[in-house]
Nanobody
Framework: QVQLVESGGGLVQAGSSLRLSCTAS????????IGWFHQAPGKEREFVAG????????YSTDSVKGRFTISRDNFKNTVYLQMNSLEPEDTAVYYC???????????????????WGQGTQVTVSS
């Protein structure tokens, strides 16, 4: 059983930065694709970014790609989402998810992931 724990969320002002962490345990978690999703109140959970075990990254939009960076440390079984130039529209609960099916690409929908963390709140004030 894979367990994922997110951390690093908080309340910040627009223009600030946060680094989210997702630490995995159980199974061969350092080989999994890890994705980050966010869910704003009243909205669907949406893909933000994901990374393969070898470090190949995929981002949801050009705006995210220009402000967020996903990376991983396989020795620590941890994936990071560095978020810079945060905007009020980034306010959401951020979830990490793991795909243990040995894909070599990043799924961009929820159905591509079997394991989910509990989420961490990110609030950006204007």
């Amino acid at each position: 059983q894979v367990q994922l724990v997110e951390s690093g969320g908080g309340l910040v002002q627009a223009g600030s930065s946060l680094r989210l962490s997702c630490t995995a345990s159980g199974g061969t978690s350092n080989t999994y694709v890890i994705g980050w999703f966010h869910q704003a109140p009243g909205k669907e959970r949406e893909f933000v970014a994901g990374i393969t075990w070898s470090g190949g990254a995929t981002y949801s939009t050009d705006s995210v790609k220009g402000r967020f960076t996903i990376s991983r440390d396989n020795f620590k079984n941890t994936v990071y989402l560095q978020m810079n130039s945060l905007e009020p529209e980034d306010t959401a609960v951020y979830y990490c998810a793991a795909d243990a099916s040995a894909r070599t690409y990043v799924p961009t929908t929820q159905t591509g992931y079997a394991y989910w963390g509990q989420g961490t709140q990110v609030t950006v004030s204007s």
